[in-house]
T-cell receptor, first 119, second 116 residues
């Protein structure tokens, strides 16, 4: 089974609108972390936001927020007031079990969503 | 501060040749990761080191791939002999790990490898 599922291969959004990128995950660990990365056409991977499984509040970083629904195992990225520069691939990733198993820092990535902002 | 540095940025080589990719992690980080990105398989972890020690190499495709981290500021990923199916973008990433706190991984710009 896929550990990280991103069901939207591509999205087109009008500039200045909010956009939600979906991510669901599968893990049996109680302690885990969820990350979102942005990959523009230039190719680099840029860290956006992190949510810990024990965090009670949804993470926010500027225009980025994470809609974390633990019972549903979803960690959707919300971008408010989208800009042309937000056009990129977006990857959701998970890190499992570090709380009890120090040394397990590996990230498992989803297949990504290509977001295109329309002027 | 300088980010993760990778070299070369682009590499074109012929099948059968040896390829060496290099990475300098962010100073002070104690974990280093090698990823490979292809259209077919997406982004997959090949190997990672913690305090220069390989922790998980289960993603290394086969014996043709090897990785070393002789010190805290340098790592190599070697492919010998290279094959066309090794063509991909190879990313190096680093992070600081302490206790059970999660830290993001910072990625280098990647090396685009083409094997003809």
């Amino acid at each position: 089974a896929q550990k990280i599922t991103q069901t939207q291969p591509g999205m087109f959004v009008q500039e200045k609108e909010a956009v939600t990128l979906d991510c669901t995950y599968d893990t049996s660990d109680q302690s885990y972390g969820l990350f979102w990365y942005k990959q523009p056409s230039s190719g680099e991977m840029i860290f956006l936001i992190y949510q810990g499984s024990y965090d009670e509040q949804n993470a926010t970083e500027g225009r980025y927020s994470l809609n974390f629904q633990k019972a549903r195992k979803s960690a959707n990225l919300v971008i408010s007031a989208s800009q042309l520069g937000d056009s990129a691939m977006y990857f959701c990733a998970m890190r499992e079990g570090t709380h009890l198993n120090f040394g397990n820092e590996k990230l498992t990535f989803g297949t990504g969503t290509r977001l295109t902002i329309i002027p | 501060d300088a980010g993760v540095i990778q070299s070369p940025r682009h590499e074109v080589t012929e099948m059968g040749q040896e390829v060496t990719l290099r990475c300098k992690p962010i100073s002070g980080h104690n974990s280093l990761f090698w990823y490979r990105q292809t259209m077919m398989r997406g982004l997959e972890l090949l190997i990672y080191f913690n305090n220069n020690v390989p922790i998980d190499d289960s993603g290394m495709p086969e014996d043709r791939f090897s990785a070393k981290m002789p010190n805290a500021s340098f790592s190599t990923l070697k492919i010998q002999p290279s094959e066309p199916r090794d063509s991909a973008v190879y990313f190096c990433a680093s992070s600081f790990v302490a206790g059970d706190k999660f830290y993001e991984q910072y990625f280098g710009p990647g090396t685009r490898l083409t094997v003809t």
